[in-house]
């Protein structure tokens, strides 16, 4: 199976769908794009559908393909890739990574892993030439899979985005200073998270605390300040 070149197709125009238009080829695969107003025979050859639409849309757009799109999904396995959804209709694989606007390197891509839904077929009968690393997720708990994603990811992209804020425009300093901060926050992380915590938090020193909350006054990282010292307060 892992010898066998599938013909995917790319439902929609998102990042997504441009990194999967990249990737796949580059693994032996081949890839036929439709979007809306397009004409639905650019599918016939494909063997996979990937739906590669929001997350609220997917089952919509599965039940309405054929009605409204002249879409006919017979004979062809649908994939989301929705970290979130559990769906009847489609298999759920979901690229644990975060997609920017640009293309990555070509090894970049085989690096993250992927999370397939328990009762589902094997990453390797979806993707096969794949390498990734891939691992099972139970239906019932992909909400909190993915509520995960986003505190690691999306959360975790905002605080750096706000610090990179305050030394650039509060500051005056080149937000590239605190590369090496965020890289060796993440290290130590990865190492053990229940040691890595660092500064006034972990040494208990309240003035350092009272002292940012003062200047964070009127931002709106101080709400932020406050929430993450609760949560603190409240896991440790």
Same mark, same amino acid.
């Given at each position: 199976?892992? #010898? ?5 197709? /790319?439902?929609? &125009?998102? $990042? ?19 979007? $809306? ?12 559908? @990937?739906?590669?639409?929001?997350? #609220?849309?997917?089952? %919509? ?5 054929? &009605? /409204? ?18 769906? !009847? ?6 690229? /644990? ?5 640009? /293309? ?5 891509? !085989? ?10 077929? #094997?990453?390797?009968? @979806? ?26 990811? %999306? ?28 890289? *060796? ?12 915590? +660092? ?5 208990? #020193?309240?003035? +350092? ?11 709106? !990282? ?10 603190? *307060? !409240?896991?440790?």
């Amino acid at each position: 199976m892992k #010898d066998k070149r599938l013909s995917y197709g /790319l439902i929609g &125009r998102g $990042r997504l769908a441009r990194h999967f238009g990249f990737y796949l080829p580059l693994k032996g695969h081949r890839c036929l794009s439709w979007s $809306r107003g397009q004409e639905a025979s650019r599918l016939d050859a494909a063997d996979v559908i @990937l739906v590669l639409t929001p997350d #609220d849309e997917i089952e %919509n757009f599965l039940r309405d393909a054929k &009605r /409204l799109h002249g879409l006919d999904f017979a004979g062809k396995r649908l994939v989301h890739c929705s970290g979130r959804l559990a769906s !009847e209709l489609a298999v759920g694989c979901h690229p /644990l990574q975060s997609f920017g606007p640009d /293309l990555y390197a070509p090894e970049a891509y !085989e690096r993250f892993p992927f999370a397939v839904d328990a009762d589902g077929p #094997d990453f390797a009968e @979806l993707f096969p030439k794949l390498p990734n690393p891939s691992f099972r997720v139970a239906k019932e708990s992909k909400a909190l899979y993915h509520a995960a994603t986003c505190f690691a990811a %999306n959360f975790s992209g905002l605080l750096w985005k706000g610090a990179a804020e305050i030394f650039e425009k509060g500051l005056g300093v080149d937000r590239r200073v605190i590369a090496p901060l965020l890289s *060796q926050t993440l290290e130590n992380t990865l190492r053990d998270p229940s040691r890595a915590l +660092t500064g006034p938090l972990a040494r208990g #020193d309240s003035g +350092t605390i009272e002292a940012h909350l003062a200047a964070l006054e009127g931002r709106p !990282e101080a709400d932020l300040y406050r929430a993450f010292l609760k949560y603190f *307060q !409240e896991t440790r």
